[in-house]
Structures are given as structure tokens and as C-alpha cells.
């Protein structure tokens, strides 16, 4: 069976940022960039991959941890970059975990494969836009 594909994109900063989404039946693959190139690649995984509707809660205190493994440029310990991607990585797994949830929570939580290729800086506050602006893109083309 074929994936179910989404796209979009929006402008940041005068560059065209795309993102698109592939639904397989036990992963989603997002892929995030500017060039059509990835540079950096990440998987999300959960530790409870079943939650029952009785453990949410109004503060989604319940919320699996997200284990995020580098699979693709990861840069070195000090690549402020590195770093950002990675805690967007999370972000974007958490995002996506807390909308299981919330609207078929006796499913299993898919893996998440997130794809990277956008213009990170060593401004923490642009790069701390830009994961605003990714975070925007990736729930408009998952749910």
C-alpha cells in the first residue's frame, strides 16, 4: 500500500522552506528543507507505545518519553546546529505524540523519521523562530 503524502511550505527569512509528510502504517516520515536535500535525519521512537484513554489528563503529564537517535549528520558535541536539530527532532515527536493522544489514544504511537535540510544559525533566537516555523509546517501537513 502507498503512503498517504502531504505537503506545504512557507516562507522564512525570504527562503521557501518545504515539508513533506509520508504516512506509512507503522512510521511517518517527514522530511523538512529548503534544497530538497536532507542534511541531517532523525527517528523518534516512544517508550509506552499504547496509551488508554483513562491515563490523559488536562496537563498531558502522561505523555510517553521520546527517545530521538541521530541517524544523519549529527555534527560534533559543540555544533550549536546539531543541537538545534535535535531538540527540534524532540519537538516535532512530542507534538506529534501529544495529537495521538489526544484524538485515537488506544493506538500505537508510530515512529516518527524527521528530515532535516533548513538554515540554522548561531542565533539562538532565530534558530529557536525556526523551529516555531517547522513545528507549524509539520502539524499543518500531519493532522
Given at each position: 500500500?502507498?503512503?498517504?503524502?502531504?505537503?506545504?511550505?512557507?516562507?522564512?527569512?525570504?527562503?521557501?522552506?518545504?515539508?513533506?509528510?509520508?504516512?506509512?502504517?507503522?512510521?511517518?516520515?517527514?522530511?523538512?528543507?529548503?534544497?530538497?536535500?536532507?542534511?541531517?535525519?532523525?527517528?523518534?521512537?516512544?517508550?509506552?507505545?499504547?496509551?488508554?484513554?483513562?491515563?490523559?489528563?488536562?496537563?498531558?503529564?502522561?505523555?510517553?518519553?521520546?527517545?530521538?537517535?541521530?541517524?544523519?549528520?549529527g555534527g560534533g558535541e559543540d555544533d550549536?546546529?546539531?543541537?538545534?536539530?535535535?531538540?527540534?527532532?524532540?519537538?516535532?515527536?512530542?507534538?506529534?505524540?501529544?495529537?495521538?493522544?489526544?484524538?485515537?489514544?488506544?493506538?500505537?504511537?508510530?515512529?516518527?523519521?524527521?528530515?532535516?535540510?533548513?538554515?540554522?544559525?548561531?542565533?539562538?533566537?532565530?534558530?529557536?523562530?525556526?523551529?516555531?516555523?517547522?513545528?507549524?509546517?509539520?502539524?499543518?501537513?500531519?493532522?
Amino acid at each position: 500500500m502507498f503512503p498517504k503524502i502531504k505537503q506545504t511550505s512557507k516562507n522564512y527569512n525570504g527562503k521557501e522552506i518545504q515539508a513533506i509528510s509520508m504516512r506509512f502504517s507503522n512510521q511517518i516520515t517527514i522530511l523538512v528543507t529548503i534544497s530538497g536535500k536532507i542534511g541531517q535525519m532523525y527517528m523518534m521512537t516512544y517508550e509506552k507505545s499504547v496509551m488508554s484513554p483513562v491515563s490523559i489528563t488536562g496537563d498531558m503529564s502522561t505523555l510517553p518519553e521520546i527517545g530521538v537517535r541521530t541517524l544523519l549528520g549529527g555534527g560534533g558535541e559543540d555544533d550549536i546546529k546539531s543541537h538545534w536539530a535535535q531538540i527540534t527532532a524532540g519537538q516535532v515527536g512530542s507534538l506529534l505524540a501529544r495529537q495521538q493522544m489526544l484524538v485515537r489514544p488506544d493506538v500505537r504511537i508510530p515512529r516518527v523519521c524527521l528530515g532535516l535540510h533548513v538554515p540554522w544559525t548561531d542565533d539562538n533566537e532565530k534558530n529557536g523562530d525556526l523551529t516555531v516555523v517547522i513545528l507549524e509546517l509539520v502539524k499543518e501537513i500531519c493532522f
